[in-house]
């Protein structure tokens, strides 16, 4: 859809200002009166005003108008007429997050992620601001949200958005009882559309692949109620994995493995250090370890694989999966994730390292190493359509992790529905993933 500058008008009055050219195809003329509707602003009696001199792809709008709606100008975006013959500008886009008094890290370690947002929303006609829960004015049916410019962040008035972009940065913040309420509430409001909303829990993520073609690549996993269930699978398997259903980036995890003397080692991934316990007669001190920490949250304990190592390394493959504004799942990008010498965690910010899938894949499979690779991102296509048919609203990222074992087979490791978005690769690849999910949101919202 062709986009429009629109400027601010000199004079007075409520009205809006198309090119000749524009409006023809608007299917508007000279001294009509329309509805005006930009989010979920309304305004009626809204004069039309048609140029000859103004250029194709410019529009202009009284001030008047502007304070109503109320939108920053000079703003680019699109129009198009209702069914009802209102003229429709926006979309409107919010990036819903909690912000913090900081200047240079405004939103903490997705400041420079939600920047590169904004302005791409400005590039493709998408209007894309950082709402916080703070923001949001209820009585007056409009809110306050960040933009970023030359100068820094600044604050600026805008209606209640068509769509809402859950990008609430930790679980802790998300279930803030006021973040709560305002996500709930947004829902509620006619005509807005949120997506990605909340986090994955890793049990939940489970049974939903359980039902589905993708069960026969999950590791078998069980939610974790008792002693007997950490001895069981540790009988069973060599290694195994005791996680928090509610965790991310590789913290909290209890890493359990048998020796062939029958012995046991513990490894805790803890927030800040790892602990190392060795030679034991059995793993139950994992559950004795958890028993305080189970009354607030829940634990998986998992099926250990023997995956493929890279130069003797752990590693694993993220991959990006997106919509974009046909609504179908892409994978936006890839890469394998090789973990620091010693360590079974790939996490970049554990330490991890970013390299090329076909280099490690190649290295480890030779010539199957495209064949492996294929498998993988078919699998990552299946994971998504899984979880979404699951989720309770559209799904429009996900970031999803996935083993290989040594002889190729994909193994699903975890999804996560706000992957940590880092500004460094391909410049290509980065404009690719930061404009599939505002096309997206211009989809939802009827763009």
Request: hydrophobic share 40%.
């Amino acid at each position: 859809m062709p986009t429009v500058l629109l400027r601010p008008a000199r004079e007075e009055g409520r009205y809006v200002l198309l090119p000749r050219a524009r409006a023809r195809v608007l299917g508007l003329k000279a001294g009509d009166r329309v509805v005006l509707q930009c989010g979920r602003s309304v305004l009626d009696g809204v004069q039309v005003v048609v140029s000859d001199r103004l250029p194709h792809r410019t529009a202009l709008i009284s001030w008047e108008l502007l304070r109503e709606l109320p939108l920053p100008a000079p703003i680019r975006l699109r129009m198009q007429r209702t069914e009802d013959g209102a003229l429709r500008i926006g979309p409107i886009v919010t990036v819903l997050a909690r912000s913090t008094r900081s200047r240079s890290q405004k939103f903490m370690n997705q400041t420079p992620y939600f920047a590169a947002l904004v302005r791409t929303g400005r590039r493709l006609g998408v209007p894309t601001f950082v709402l916080t829960p703070h923001g949001v004015d209820w009585e007056r049916r409009r809110a306050v949200a960040w933009r970023v410019g030359p100068a820094g962040w600044s604050r600026v008035p805008i209606p209640l958005p068509d769509v809402v972009y859950d990008r609430v940065q930790t679980r802790r913040l998300d279930l803030l009882p006021h973040t709560r309420q305002v996500k709930q509430r947004l829902t509620e409001q006619e005509g807005v559309k949120m997506f990605n909303t909340g986090f994955l829990d890793k049990w939940e993520t489970h049974k939903a692949l359980s039902g589905s073609d993708t069960e026969r690549l999950l590791p078998e996993t069980k939610l974790l109620t008792s002693r007997a269930d950490i001895l069981d699978f540790a009988r069973r398997y060599r290694t195994v994995y005791v996680k928090p259903a509610g965790g991310s980036l590789g913290k909290g995890i209890y890493v359990i493995q048998r020796s062939a003397r029958g012995r046991y080692r513990v490894i805790h991934y803890g927030s800040t250090r790892v602990r190392h316990l060795r030679n034991l007669r059995s793993p139950a001190i994992v559950w004795r370890r958890l028993q305080r920490k189970r009354r607030k949250r829940r634990y998986v304990v998992q099926q250990g694989i023997a995956f493929a190592r890279y130069r003797g390394r752990r590693f694993d493959l993220r991959l990006l999966m997106q919509k974009s504004g046909d609504g179908e799942w892409t994978v936006s990008a890839a890469y394998a994730r090789v973990a620091p010498p010693g360590s079974l965690r790939a996490n970049l910010d554990a330490g991890g390292k970013a390299v090329r899938c076909t280099r490690v894949l190649g290295h480890i499979f030779g010539r199957r190493g495209r064949r492996v690779l294929q498998r993988v991102l078919e699998t990552g296509l299946a994971v998504a359509r899984a979880i979404e048919a699951g989720a309770p609203g559209p799904m429009g990222e996900l970031g999803i992790d996935i083993g290989v074992d040594r002889t190729g087979r994909p193994w699903v490791i975890e999804a996560n529905s706000k992957p940590l978005r880092q500004m460094e690769g391909p410049k290509k690849r980065l404009r690719r993933t930061l404009r599939r999910p505002l096309l997206f949101a211009a989809r939802l919202a009827g763009f």
